[in-house]
Nanobody, 116 residues
């Protein structure tokens, strides 16, 4: 069982920046961030694959604005969010893949609110 603890979500004005953190209680194959805007489905934001040279992946809506990074020995991943827009408002979830077969652990979510 792996527990994920997210932090860093808060209110921010459009154009501002935030950094989210997620710490896993055990080793992971890959960690990622997803978000669920109000009234919409959960969508992929970014991921980092520890076992492929820390390759990173991004959703189209955040490319060029968000950066995922991590500290593999500490099982911690970060999401640096710049140039935030009101449409980035969502609950952000950290996810972990501990088997290589897909995300099987999720954090409780952290609220990010971007006002115009």
């Amino acid at each position: 069982q792996v527990q994920l603890v997210e932090s860093g979500g808060r209110w921010v004005q459009a154009g501002g920046s935030l950094r989210l953190s997620c710490a896993a209680s055990g080793r992971t194959f890959m960690m990622g961030w997803f978000r669920q805007p109000p009234g919409k489905e959960r969508e992929f934001v970014a991921a980092i694959n520890w076992r492929s040279g820390d390759n990173t992946f991004y959703g189209d809506s955040v490319k060029g604005r968000f950066t995922i990074s991590g500290d593999n020995p500490k099982n911690t991943v970060y999401l640096q969010m710049n140039s935030l827009k009101p449409e980035d408002t969502a609950v952000y979830y950290c996810a972990a893949d501990v088997t290589g077969a897909g995300y099987n652990y999720w954090g409780q979510g952290t609220q990010v609110t971007v006002s115009s």
